[in-house]
Nanobody, 124 residues
Framework: QVQLVESGGGLVQAGGSLRLSCIAS????????MGWFRQAPGKEREFVAA????????YYADSVKGRFTISRDNAKNTVYLQMNSLKPEDTAVYYC?????????????????WGQGTQVTVSS
């Protein structure tokens, strides 16, 4: 089992920044690809970013490329999502998730463990 706890969400004006954190406990964090997803009201959960366990390579959705940065600190069992130049359309609940493989990064079905989510609201 892997337990994931997100933090760092909040209310920010458009153009502002937030950094989300996700702390993992349980099985070996370093052997999981970690991903961030988000879900806005009335919409499907969508992929935001992921970072593999094998090559520590980041991947991003086109909608956040150049604005968001995913990173991980295996010594702290933590994955981060630095979000800059935030837009109102970034408003959603953000979830971190753990995937034991290094493929299927944008597919929720490949992620075995999920956090409870943290709300991000961007005002215009």
């Amino acid at each position: 089992q892997v337990q994931l706890v997100e933090s760092g969400g909040g209310l920010v004006q458009a153009g502002g920044s937030l950094r989300l954190s996700c702390i993992a406990s349980g099985r070996t964090f370093s052997s999981y690809t970690m991903g961030w997803f988000r879900q806005a009201p009335g919409k499907e959960r969508e992929f935001v970013a992921a970072i593999t366990w094998s090559t520590i390579t980041p991947y991003y959705a086109d909608s956040v490329k150049g604005r968001f940065t995913i990173s991980r600190d295996n010594a702290k069992n933590t994955v981060y999502l630095q979000m800059n130049s935030l837009k109102p359309e970034d408003t959603a609940v953000y979830y971190c998730a753990a995937n034991p493989k290094d493929y299927g990064l944008a597919n929720t079905q490949y992620y075995d463990y999920w956090g409870q989510g943290t709300q991000v609201t961007v005002s215009s």
